[in-house]
């Protein structure tokens, strides 16, 4: 019984694979194995010898089975890292794109800083206005104090729309600033008011910093008792959030015909090495033009100027988003150049908050 | 507005350099645009003295000179012919950039000898064309910068010259004098008095004046008087000097003497050549019609109403403009007729704008002449021709009276500080205006003549901040309207924007952002390019019109990519499109443009050529994430730009239209000269009707736990019965147990014949309150078979 013993577990052993283990199986233990056969003649043997050789034999059977069932095991997994040595993939590839995209889309720098300021902006309550590109000469100019013989008029290389023969009324503009905005929320909402009013405005001029379409943001805030500190206030609060660190301004004394009194705003930077760098050094750059709202504006809007006053201020979207992401040419904002929109733009998902920071 | 440095010391006693002057002027709305200082240059060449000049070993021309310098005994070698001992000269030492000859001083050799540095021409140093030979001082110690030098001795040679930007409500700084008058009211120096002349004419002027009476309004006054027996030629040197500094040309004494004026007191003056005036001079308005050759050399004809200034023969001279060529002064005359005169802004605005001429007189009279100075002015003239030109003046002859504009506005001392912020006491801001010349008679502050641009008291608070500097103002925080955590303030349209945008981007588009006006013809091909649409006055023709479609611009720009080798593009942009040209025609617009592939050709063979599918699909996408509702219906016959069998219309309901998809038009891109395939789509955000339900609360999820069954379905149908008209029947046939209809299969032609295809539909049934027996779901079928076989005269595949 021992050599049986030996004779099967060697051969288990040696079983090569799952046809071989069962082959060896059925000669062992299979209807006509061998240890099958031997536990057959148990019932000729006496009770003392079959009291001896039963549990023998069985014991014989149920380790030939862990055996084969162990040797079954090892083969499978023999055969698992056979095949995974094969399996290999150049993963250096580049990946499958899902759907049909060419590449990563992107929002342009203009949408961005739009979202990035209506952001800041509705964190110091004022609401987002918006009207329309075309414009009344009244709405756009007499509105804003700007009458038909102003020279402010000649200075803004207004663009004109075509009037038909017959129509005597003044032809229609192409929106020069967004201040007209200002008037149609004012009559709309009355005071007191918090706005700003993005969106695009035109003049008739093209060259290395200026192209005939580019966008403005516009502010307005009207109350009982707003001052011009309060503008100085708002303003660096914005450049700071906007920027990213703090930012000081410096006002300096000018003229607008819808505000008084009025001032060019400068922030600080730096110029060096070519590049500018807001909010550090000690030089100044000139970025928005604001004021005090003129009494004749209020007016224009239905609000009376001997209970409200506040003030206004004007830059570009186009231009705070140069200083801001380093971009050099604003000709190249309105060409869409894939290049350009791909290197300039940002991710579907980078939306604007202040939790997050613009 | 340009002046020098001396120019403006005649009328500001001032220790200020020029770096303050500029940065005061600047901060007190008299923006620098640019400062030029010639001494800036100057600056490192210093005096010398030559001790001994030797003839050179081995050149006849050069001398070898030790020079006495500001570093001690140097040998510098020099070719000058007046090189010689004893002579002052500018010595520029090793290091020294020379601006005339571009070149930086080296220590070198000339033939053998050493030099350490240079001895200067005028040439050189730019200060004129002299290059006869280096410049010998008068005196001079060794050692003394030349430019200090030059400033005691030439000033004008070293006269910085500053460049400001006026803001057309300060006519008054178009003189040198009025920007002395703000640079002392900062306390930048006192404003130095003037002498009011009065001259005394000794014979009655031959040529008389008159203004007719309709145009008094226009021209309401006109002063002039005749000096005769003057000396006219060219202008003495200094006068010279400071035009060419602020850029203009010399011409003769008597034109220069007007220019002067013009500069110095915004006091713009004609000069008639009285033998070449017929009879008297008229003010009076065109009729409509006359001509004049102007001192421009150009012809002008003139409208009805302009005004114009006449002599016997006809109109002379563009009043307050420019004047007439016939009768301008040459350099031979002898007998002049001096004009000072003040014409209302208006007139001269729209005249100057008709005519389209821009003269200095335009620019000034236009934005205001101080109108108290009109008969002043033309006495202050008189005297400096008299001084210059010699010659003796006739009586003033005058026609009209200064305009009365004198007006006084209440000075409340605590506007400045809720107005501005700025807390400025009383006295200061008094002493402010007084400065800058307002008569203040208790409260009240007069307004003197030369600022028309004050006109109630917001400007008087202007004037106060603006002279106690804005750079005090510190900032003050603004409370928030509401306390608390702000509230949203977008518009629905707005969100819409900015989620269909980055809706967009998220599918792999690239935002672009393309002008609002488009040439004619490319917006003709999308319905617009109409009268209605055109600009007046527009930059070129590439940008005529206003754009009536989002597609044609970004199918330029897919054009210009392609032509810089990027033809497989996805491309959108969210905007206005114009349909009219008047206020609110507007409409907001989402267009995207796919061309090309999907993407280059890779690895794994997924790039493809784009096709309809991917635009609806994406269309759909973003109509989503507007809220849009889900079931939409696609028709047919949208706008000629699409393809007309490959475009749908994506509809609630035949009329409205929420976007559509499809292929542009091959003819379109053949005109557009743009590479296909391209496909696009273009939505229509407004259209979208809001959600009814304001609640923030979704519907109640019925979920069951009956399984659902999904029972396949094939058709035979005519090729163009479309997919949508099937699901529509299958889902008719039982609106209560009947999920959702797919379309998974279609197959055309082939076996089943010319115009014949074969579409297959998965019907999920939704068991709603006990499951359905096999007869039941058979029951079902049948329907749903009978049902779309009776709606499209198909037939169930066998």
């Known amino acids: ?358 | 507005m340009k002046f020098t440095l001396s120019w403006l010391k005649d009328h500001l006693d001032t220790t200020a350099t020029v770096d303050e002057i500029a940065e005061a002027l600047t901060d007190l709305g008299l923006e620098v645009e640019e400062v030029s200082d010639p001494s800036a240059a100057l600056r490192p060449f210093r005096i010398g003295h030559v001790k001994t000049a030797e003839k050179h070993p081995d050149a006849d021309r050069l001398r070898v000179c030790q020079v006495e310098t500001a570093d001690g005994m140097q040998q510098i070698i020099c070719g000058a012919p007046n090189a010689r001992a004893g002579i002052t000269v500018v010595v520029a030492s090793p290091g020294t950039y020379v601006p005339g000859i571009d070149t930086t001083i080296q220590v070198g050799k000339i033939r053998g000898v050493e030099s350490h540095g240079m001895m200067a021409s005028e040439r050189e140093l730019e200060l004129s064309e002299e290059h006869d030979g280096i410049i010998e001082l008068p005196s001079g110690d060794v050692g003394q910068s030349f430019a200090d030098w030059l400033a005691e001795h030439r000033p004008a040679a070293v006269d910085p010259v500053i460049e400001i930007a006026i803001t057309p409500n300060r006519p008054d700084a178009l003189g040198v004098r009025g920007i002395a008058r703000d640079l002392a009211a900062r306390r930048l120096g006192t404003l130095k008095p003037v002498t009011e002349h009065q001259i005394t004419g000794s014979f009655p002027c031959p040529i008389g004046v008159s203004i007719d009476a309709d145009t008094l309004e226009k021209a309401p006054h006109f002063t002039g008087r005749l000096i005769r027996g003057v000396k006219n030629g060219p202008s003495p040197a200094w006068l010279q000097a400071r035009l060419k500094a602020i850029g203009l040309r010399p011409i003769s004494t008597l034109v220069d003497i007007t220019n002067f004026f013009t500069f110095d007191r915004n006091r713009p003056l004609h000069v008639f050549d009285a033998a070449r005036v017929k009879g008297d001079l008229r003010v009076h308005q065109a009729q409509g019609g006359e001509t004049l050759e102007a001192l421009d050399e150009r012809s002008y004809s003139f409208a009805a109403g302009q005004v114009v200034i006449s002599d016997a023969e006809g109109v002379e001279s563009i009043a307050g403009i420019m004047g007439g060529a016939p009768t301008g002064v040459e350099e031979d005359t002898v007998d002049v007729f001096l004009e000072s005169a003040w014409w209302e802004p208006v007139e001269i605005a729209y005249t100057g704008r008709a005519l389209k001429i821009n003269s200095d007189a335009r620019y000034r009279f236009e934005r205001g002449v101080d109108p108290a100075y009109t008969r002043q002015g033309l006495e202050d003239a008189t005297q400096m021709i008299l001084d210059l030109c010699g010659g003796e003046a006739s009586e003033v002859v005058e026609a009209g009276a200064a305009p009365d504009h004198s007006r006084a506005y209440r000075l409340n001392a605590a506007r400045c500080s809720s107005l501005v912020g700025m807390d400025i006491p009383e006295k200061t801001q008094r002493a402010s205006l007084e400065a800058l010349g307002f008569v203040l008679d208790g409260d009240m502050a007069q307004v003197p003549s030369w600022r028309p641009d004050v006109q109630g008291e917001a400007d008087l608070v202007e004037e106060v901040a603006r002279i106690a500097s804005l750079t005090q103002l510190a900032p003050q925080p603004m409370a928030r309207a509401q306390a608390g955590v702000p509230k949203p303030i977008l518009t629905e349209t707005q969100k819409r924007e900015q989620i269909a945008r980055r809706t967009l981007a998220a599918l792999g588009y690239n935002e672009a952002v393309t002008y609002s006006f488009i040439d004619q013809p490319s917006a003709a091909l999308f319905d617009g390019g109409t009268d209605a649409t055109r600009v007046e006055n527009p930059i070129s023709s590439e940008m005529s019109h206003l754009r009536p479609d989002l597609l044609p611009g970004l199918l330029q720009a897919a054009k210009r990519n392609q032509s810089r080798g990027q033809s497989d593009l996805a491309l959108f942009e969210v905007g206005a499109v114009f349909s009219g040209g008047e206020p609110g025609e507007q409409q907001l617009q989402v267009t995207a443009l796919l061309t090309g592939r999907t993407g280059p050709k890779d690895v794994h063979g997924s790039a493809r050529v784009v096709d309809v599918f991917d635009v609806k699909a994406d269309a759909e996408a973003v109509l989503a994430a507007l809220g849009a509702p889900a079931k939409v219906q696609i028709f047919r016959e949208g706008s000629a730009w699409w393809h007309p069998g490959r475009h749908g219309r994506i509809c609630l309901g035949p009329k409205k239209t929420l976007g559509t998809f499809g292929e542009v038009h091959p003819k379109i891109l053949r005109e557009m000269g743009v590479k296909g395939p391209a496909v696009a789509l273009t939505l229509w955000p407004e259209e979208i009707p809001a959600p009814r339900n304001s609640s923030t609360a979704r519907p109640a999820l019925s979920l069951s736990d009956l399984q659902a069954v999904e029972r396949d379905f094939a058709f035979v149908l005519d090729a163009r019965v479309e997919a949508q008209k099937v699901i529509m029947a299958a889902q008719g046939a039982d609106k209560a147990l009947i999920e959702d209809v797919r379309v998974f299969d279609e197959f055309i032609g082939g076996s089943l014949g010319e115009g014949r295809k074969s579409l297959a539909i998965t019907v999920r049934i939704q068991p709603q309150d006990k499951t359905l027996t096999d007869k039941e779901i058979e029951a079902i079928s049948q329907k749903i078979v009978s049902k779309v076989e009776g709606a499209t005269g198909g037939s169930l595949r066998g």
Not at chain 1, 72 to 88: C, F, N, S
Not at chain 1, 133 to 147: K, T
Request: net charge negative; hydrophobic share 40%.
């Open chain 1, 1 to 358: 019984m021992e050599d049986l013993r030996d004779t099967y577990l060697t051969r288990i052993m040696e079983a090569g694979d799952e046809a071989a283990l069962e082959e060896v199986r059925l000669a062992a233990i299979g209807k006509k194995g061998e240890v099958s056969l031997a536990m057959r003649q148990l019932g000729k043997m006496t009770p003392e010898e079959r009291q001896e050789a039963g549990p023998r034999l069985n014991a014989l059977k149920d380790e030939i089975t862990s055996a084969i069932a162990a040797r079954k095991v090892a083969l499978e997994d023999a055969a698992l890292e056979a095949r995974l040595a094969e399996e290999w993939l150049d993963v250096t590839l580049p990946g499958r794109r899902g759907g049909r995209s060419v590449s990563e889309g992107s929002v342009h720098p203009v949408s961005q800083v739009w979202e990035e300021c209506t952001a800041i902006f509705a964190d110091m309550g004022f609401a987002v206005a918006e009207g329309p590109q075309v414009e009344s000469d009244w709405y756009n100019f007499d509105a804003l104090n700007i009458p038909g013989h102003h020279p402010a008029r000649a200075e803004m290389d207004t663009f004109y729309m075509a009037r038909a023969e017959g129509d005597n009324r003044p032809p229609h503009v192409l929106r020069t600033h967004t201040s007209p905005v200002q008037i149609r929320a004012m009559q709309e909402h009355g005071a007191p008011l918090r706005i700003i009013c993005p969106g695009r405005v035109y003049r008739a001029d093209y060259d290395q910093t200026h192209t005939p379409m580019f966008h403005q943001i516009e502010g307005l805030a009207l109350d009982k008792d707003i001052s011009m500190a309060n503008l100085k206030w708002v303003l660096e609060e914005f450049f700071s959030a906007y920027f990213g660190k703090s930012v000081k301004t410096r006002f300096r004394a000018s003229h607008f015909p819808f505000t008084e009194p009025s001032a060019e705003v400068d922030i600080q930077c730096s110029f060096e090495g070519g590049t500018v760098k807001v909010g550090e050094g000690d030089g100044w750059l000139e970025v928005l033009g604001s004021g005090m709202v003129h009494p004749k504006v209020l007016e224009a809007g239905g609000i009376d100027p001997a209970q409200w006053q506040g003030f206004a201020f004007g830059m570009g979207i186009d231009r705070i988003a140069m200083l801001k992401y380093g971009i050099p040419d604003l000709r190249a904002f309105f060409d869409s150049d894939l290049r350009w929109l791909r290197h300039y733009g940002f991710s579907a998902l980078r939306v604007p908050t202040l939790r997050a920071g613009v």
